[in-house]
């Protein structure tokens, strides 16, 4: 069974910029959440999606948006990239509410 | 609100230690507790897991038992390895259908041959 997959691995951008980041969840798992990770603050939630709709939020600005299709593949956009945005963007997926989160090796974003 | 609170690291052992790494929680009810681990340039993954009090969720020899009377989920092994080298997080699971899953800041354990 293929387990959560997030593409591209490693990224680098420039100030300014936008970036779209996708995440494939787990086969019959519907829900997904992204997380920032930094050295500095750690695993921040961003979103969750389930079944196409937002469920849950972070505290990140607007600049940070994502969005769920009907496959519950998912993608996160940041827009107006900042030198603080430069992080591991992590997804996970699960089957349902109650249970465990399955996650995805990553996305590295570096922002110049 | 709920919470998680671990042990900050960074925890240095020697091969074949002894470890325990503490984790307490906040919670209104009864959610499930989970421990996950990190390797360098990796994604989180599950480690082990309990859904109710008194279960114990074990896995790779790692071992940690829900107690609901201390509010604890702590993570022990007998004998570390250099390989158990990473970073761990202790974590509460959603209750509710809108919760999300609320996780500690990490554990960086570091295990010298």
């Known amino acids: 069974k293929a387990g959560v997959t997030q593409t591209p691995r490693y990224l680098i951008k420039t100030r300014g910029q936008q970036v779209t980041l996708s995440c494939s969840p787990i086969?019959?798992?519907?829900?997904v959440s992204w997380y920032q990770q930094t050295p500095g603050q750690g695993l921040q939630f961003l979103f969750e999606y389930f079944s196409e709709t937002q469920r849950n939020k972070g505290n990140f600005p607007g600049r940070f948006s994502g969005r769920q299709f009907s496959n519950s593949r998912s993608e996160m956009n940041v827009s107006t990239l900042e030198l603080g945005d430069s992080a591991l963007y992590l997804c996970?997926?699960?089957?349902?509410?109650?249970?465990?989160?399955?996650f995805g090796q990553g996305t590295r974003l570096t922002v110049v | 609100g709920d919470s998680v609170t671990q042990m900050e690291g960074p925890v240095t052992l020697s091969e074949e230690a002894f470890l325990t790494i503490n984790c307490t929680y906040t919670a209104t009810g009864y959610p499930s507790l989970f421990w996950y681990v990190q390797y360098p340039g990796e994604g989180l993954q599950l480690l082990l897991k309990a859904t109710k009090a008194d279960d114990k969720g074990s896995n790779k020899g790692f071992e940690a038992t829900y107690r609901k009377e201390t509010t604890s989920f702590h993570l022990e092994k007998g004998s570390v390895q250099v390989s158990d080298s990473a970073v761990y997080f202790c974590?509460?699971?959603?209750?509710?259908?809108?919760?999300?899953?609320?996780f500690g800041k990490g554990t960086r354990l570091h295990i010298l041959p």
């Open positions: 996970a997926s699960k089957r349902g509410s109650n249970t465990e989160a399955f």
């Open positions: 086969s019959g798992h519907r829900s």
């Open positions: 974590a509460l699971g959603p209750m509710n259908r809108d919760d999300k899953i609320i």
